[in-house]
Structure formats: structure tokens, C-alpha cells
């Protein structure tokens, strides 16, 4: 295939926590075969993952538009709020973060959890099992979340880290095991939800050993940015069944 022109070129910005090391190699990996499609990563301060004030602070509304007004620079067609925090504050901080992103730079903005929800919504799998590295107390609000916004978490499994750079130790063969122990609950979609972790790399097997859809949310804001920016989603192969299902 021919290189795009630079006319031709789909430039996705990701903003991403600091201290996470799986969210650009995986993203970039999941991108290669869209050769007119780049990801560009914009970092703000992200170290650890809880409820005590200076780590809900690292969430506030600023970082992300310093972050963002210098992706801006790079004309991109979409940014991506590659991250999880809506889980534990509430899905409306990235509505909000979504409307402030489009304010401040004119670029229209998507995040990991609001892409997912709206694949839950859009395939009716309401019935669901969530996968995550997250403290006790992290792990019971988004819990909590996910129920009052109407979906029933028949299953979880969490690691009781406050990371945030640890998720990126968490193997593959740690995440296929909790796959399966939530699997024996028979929910209609498996949630990974952390984007330090891989688990797009595993979807597509363990999708095929437990006949389960499986979403991991470094791969929900790459389906959702792809779609709002006009590419085939079916184009991107070996991640797993969300890219084909809703292309």
C-alpha cells in the first residue's frame, strides 16, 4: 500500500497519565495496520490511583487542558482521554472533561469510559463483569457507579494496587486469569478497565476461550476516535470482536 499523503493523514492525540508504559506501545500496535492513522500522546501528572485528595486532584480539570492545548498544536482530528478516572469520580466528569476539551482547542474529544459505556448500551449488555488493578475502594465506587447508571455487575476482580506505574507489571497470564474467574458468572461482556494494563493484547484469545466479549478500555477509546473521524473500525484485526461487531 502506498504511504498516505500528508492530506490524507488521521492524527489521533491520546492524553495519557505519566507514569503509564502500555497505553502508547499497545495503542501504536493496534494503529499499525491503518497506515493514514497516528497516534500522538500528550502526559500530565498520574502517580497513584486512590481516594485520597492529592490523587483525585491529579484529575482536576486543568492538567488535562495544559495537556491538551499542546496536542492541539499538532492539528489533530480527535483526542482521546486514554484513562479510567470517570470510573471512581462518576461517568459526567468526562462529559464535562469532553465539552471543556472541545472548548478550549476545537478538537472534538472521547474518553476510554464513555466509549465503553457506549458500547454497552449500543450492544445491550447490560449484564457485566469488570477487571481491574484498583484499590478496595476504588474498585466499590466504580461498582457502584456502574449500578446506578443501570447495568448489573454480576462479577469483579481487582488487584488492590494503588499503582499507578505497577499496572504495568500486572502479566497477561494474571489478566486472562481473572477473565476466566469472572467468566463463571456468565455476564454478558467482560470490562477491563484500566489503561496500564494489557488487556487489548489478550481480548482476542480470551474472547475465543470463553466465548465472552471483552472490552479493555485502551481499546474503547481507539474505537471510539476511529469512529469519529470516519475510519473503519473492521480494518483494525486481532484485537478483539468490538472493532468488527461495531465497525
Not at 201 to 217: K, S
Request: charged share 20%; aromatic share 6%; with cysteine.
Amino acid at each position: 500500500m502506498n504511504n498516505p499523503s500528508p492530506h490524507d493523514r488521521v492524527l489521533l492525540g491520546m492524553l495519557t497519565p505519566s507514569s503509564n508504559t502500555v497505553v502508547e506501545p499497545i495503542t501504536s500496535a493496534m494503529l499499525s495496520g491503518l497506515p493514514e492513522v497516528s497516534a500522538h500522546f500528550g502526559r500530565f501528572p498520574v502517580t497513584e490511583i486512590s481516594l485520597r485528595p492529592a490523587a483525585l486532584g491529579q484529575f482536576d480539570e486543568q492538567p488535562f487542558l495544559s495537556a491538551a492545548r499542546l496536542l492541539a498544536d499538532a492539528r489533530l482530528h480527535a483526542i482521546g482521554w486514554n484513562g479510567t478516572s470517570a470510573g471512581w469520580l462518576g461517568f459526567d466528569a468526562d462529559e464535562r472533561l469532553c465539552d471543556r476539551l472541545l472548548e478550549e482547542t476545537g478538537i472534538p474529544a472521547c474518553t476510554s469510559m464513555l466509549a465503553l459505556n457506549e458500547i454497552l448500551e449500543t450492544t445491550d449488555r447490560t449484564r457485566i463483569a469488570l477487571v481491574s488493578p484498583y484499590l478496595d475502594e476504588i474498585q466499590e465506587k466504580m461498582v457502584g457507579n456502574y449500578r446506578a447508571a443501570g447495568f448489573d455487575v454480576v462479577a469483579e476482580r481487582h488487584l488492590n494496587d494503588r499503582g499507578n506505574f505497577s499496572f504495568s507489571e500486572v502479566t497477561e497470564e494474571q489478566l486472562e486469569r481473572m477473565c476466566a474467574e469472572v467468566a463463571e458468572a456468565r455476564p454478558q461482556a467482560i470490562a477491563i478497565v484500566c489503561t496500564n494494563m494489557r488487556g487489548a493484547p489478550i481480548a482476542e484469545r480470551v474472547e475465543a476461550a470463553l466465548g465472552i466479549p471483552v472490552y479493555d478500555t485502551i481499546s474503547t477509546v481507539v474505537w471510539k476516535a476511529l469512529r469519529m473521524t470516519g475510519v473503519d473500525t473492521a480494518r483494525v484485526r486481532g484485537w478483539g470482536s468490538l472493532f468488527r461487531e461495531l465497525a
